[in-house]
């Protein structure tokens, strides 16, 4: 199956500073990733994804570039805010109906 | 996008009692819904897929008799905690898969068994 990994565990940024967070995934099939965002005790949040056709996407102060060779994919977040705070989870999927592996998560805390 | 709601959103109860936790896909039929497990500072964990009108499909180590899966509806699937220990405290949260791989995820149930 699937193995997602992801680093680093924990991350602390100042507040205006850019925060990138790294993942890697083991299966070829896997061709969709999103990223989500999960504050405490509320659900995950999609914040962006990217599918295997495309290498880089960006929304806003929010970037996801995707090496399928390498099979890495990163989260990049510019001018970081206090309100960036929270668990970003990294994932991966084969797309359709299957099932989403999540990597460990990362703890972001943007000092101000 | 679809809105899931789950119930009870949060739930204590004593060991060796079931519990049953609801997903319901509001304005969207879910044929398919995941239900995932997240303990504290740990990441979501799938358990299992619930497929409507057959039987879930377990993750390996996911007790199938321990946790019971219904999916009688396009709309609704339920997840029953049957003899509940202290080390079934988690958070439960099931997702529903939308359109272009795009998951919905319920808010999550707050289970704490004393």
């Known amino acids: 199956g699937e193995n997602v990994e992801q680093h680093p565990s924990t991350l602390s940024v100042q507040e205006g500073d850019s925060a990138v967070i790294k993942c890697t995934y083991s299966?070829?099939?896997?061709?969709?990733f999103p990223w989500y965002k999960q504050e405490l005790g509320k659900r995950p949040q999609l914040i962006i994804d990217i599918r295997s056709n495309v290498g880089e996407k960006k929304d806003q102060r929010i970037a996801v570039t995707l090496n399928k060779t390498a099979k890495h994919f990163s989260l990049h977040i510019t001018e970081t805010q206090p309100e960036d705070s929270a668990v970003y989870f990294c994932?991966?999927?084969?797309?359709?109906?299957?099932?989403?592996?999540f990597g460990i998560g990362t703890k972001l805390q943007v000092i101000p | 996008g679809a809105v899931v709601s789950q119930h009870p959103s949060r739930v204590i109860c004593k060991s060796g009692t079931s519990v049953k936790i609801e997903c319901r896909s509001l304005d969207f039929q879910a044929t398919t819904m995941f239900w995932y497990r997240q303990f504290p500072k740990q990441s979501l964990m799938l358990m299992a897929t619930s497929n409507e009108g057959s039987k879930a499909t377990y993750e390996q180590g996911v007790e199938k008799d321990k946790f019971l899966i219904n999916h009688a509806s396009l709309t609704l699937s339920t997840l029953t905690v049957t003899s509940a220990h202290p080390e079934d405290s988690s958070f439960y949260i099931c997702?529903?898969?939308?359109?272009?791989?795009?998951?919905?995820f319920g808010p999550g149930t707050r289970l704490l068994v004393l």
């Open positions: 997702s529903v898969p939308g359109r272009q791989e795009t998951q919905y």
């Open positions: 994932a991966a999927s084969s797309g359709g109906y299957q099932k989403v592996t």
């Open positions: 299966d070829s099939a896997s061709n969709y």
